[in-house]
């Protein structure tokens, strides 16, 4: 048995074929997908600590900040969930040293495939973790850009025609068009930029394809709230994105509980 304590973090996911994931407990870093048709027991210890400063916080804000760092973390900007506010190209930010290393870099808009077609935008040196993150099943680069504003600019007038957002129980249920071709969603959707915003197209990117470590896919999901219920033990059934499905019917969001303090056996 593996006995597991600590702040919890994303998983990790390496790109493999399958994805190879490893959760994440404060510094330990234990691969997982070997315990995949096993019994695992997740307990939180009623703490969280803030993913950035690491302060006890009775609440967790955006996936981990407490009051102060969700307000001021340079991680929890409105340019996060939204590019096209960013302004660090024109030298306002909540931190420009961070700004200079996480907007001012090359970014991708891109199409995956999540629960349907949907537009993004990260980072360069997110892909393959963005989308792996999402649950996508396949993703194409679209656009590279020199900034974060810049990418954000091509987002939002894509969105007029395919989604941002995706369904996260279809997602999990795989209920998804298998069929759509994202080379043809490119072709059509770059005509829709104005000229200026052109130059930044990508033509010859390959489409890359992500296998996850789930054989079986549920009909039905159920999230399972550790607010409520404190604590779950059942059979580890599959990952996707960033959640472990548990007796092939509930699924935990592992992202979500950034930062907070969890117990974990996997036997
Ligand atoms: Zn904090």
Redesign the pocket.
Known sequence: MVKLEGNIKKMKAENKEPIQYSFVLSDQIIPINEHIGSTISLKWSRIIH??????K?NKSFFQG??????IN?PESSECILKPELCQAHEGISRDMEWSKRHCLSDHYVYLSLTSGIKVGVTRHTQIPTRWIDQGAIKALKLAQTPNRYLAGAIEVILKNFVSDRTSWQKMLKNDVDQTIDLYQYRETLKNDLPNDLKTYILDKEVEQGLEYPITQYPEKIKSINFEKVGEYEGVLTGIKGQYIYLDNQYVVNMRKYSGYYFQINLL
């Open positions: 803030c993913v950035k400063c690491g302060n916080t900040f407490c009051y102060p760092c969700f973390a």
